[in-house]
């Protein structure tokens, strides 16, 4: 039961570096989430994807891009990162009916030094 | 606005002692109300959803029940592995897509 499976578990970057976050569910579910979590703001929507071939911007989407490589993966993508970035990013996945919860990976915690 | 707003943010209890958290919201056309529980280190792991007011749902010792503002998570004798944030969300009225939480209550359960 592998349901949500978020790469890699930890990295540190240095300012400026840019790396990938990469998603892929196996509960052949339609929405896909990007997430990040900072002591005292709880879970903050960086980017969604309601379906295949759609993405959209949520609360706090600068510095960030994302990519709905097919059904399965979502990757967010920070192109130059900087210290402000450092956070435990979730990916989840979703139905896409609107009553249905969401499902979240364990996460990616990453420092930028 | 959509909001969601969870108290106590942190509440210690000892093992044995029942309490409830709260979760309160203000969304139009409510389709729905997620439990998620999140251990250190992980992700949050869906509990219950509750669809309409005076709807309950029970999981061992965690018992969820909503009203039309409100919605609450009931702990009967908790024991020491019932200790994690505890989050509430509901689904957005601007855009069905998207999920509001609440920043969660942290609980503590005492041997």
């Known amino acids: 039961n592998a349901g949500v499976t978020q790469t890699p578990k930890f990295q540190v970057l240095k300012t400026g570096q840019s790396m990938t976050l990469q998603c892929a569910q196996d509960m052949n579910h339609n929405s896909m989430y990007w997430y990040r979590q900072d002591p005292g703001m709880g879970l903050r929507l960086i980017y969604y994807?309601?379906?295949?071939?759609?993405?959209d911007k949520g609360e706090v989407p600068n510095g960030y891009n994302v990519s709905r490589l097919n059904k399965r993966e979502f990757s967010l993508r920070l192109e130059s990162a900087a210290p402000s970035q450092t956070s435990v990013y979730f990916c989840a996945s979703a139905t896409g009916v609107s009553n249905q919860p969401q499902h979240f990976g364990d996460g990616t915690r990453l420092s930028i030094l | 606005e959509d909001q969601v707003t969870q108290s106590p943010e942190a509440l210690r209890l000892q093992e044995g002692e029942s309490s409830s958290l709260n979760c309160s919201y203000t969304v139009s056309g409510l389709r729905g109300l997620f439990w998620y529980r999140q251990d250190p280190g992980k992700g949050p792991e869906f509990l219950f959803t509750l669809y309409s007011a005076g709807e309950e749902k029970e999981k061992e010792r965690l018992k969820a029940t909503l009203t039309k503002k409100e919605s609450f998570l009931h702990i009967t004798a908790p024991k020491p592995e019932d200790s994690a944030t505890y989050l509430c969300?509901?689904?957005?009225?601007?855009?069905?897509?998207?999920?509001?939480f609440g920043s969660g209550t942290r609980l503590s359960i005492r041997p």
């Open positions: 969300a509901v689904p957005g009225y601007s855009s069905a897509s998207k999920i509001i």
């Open positions: 994807s309601a379906s295949e071939g759609t993405t």
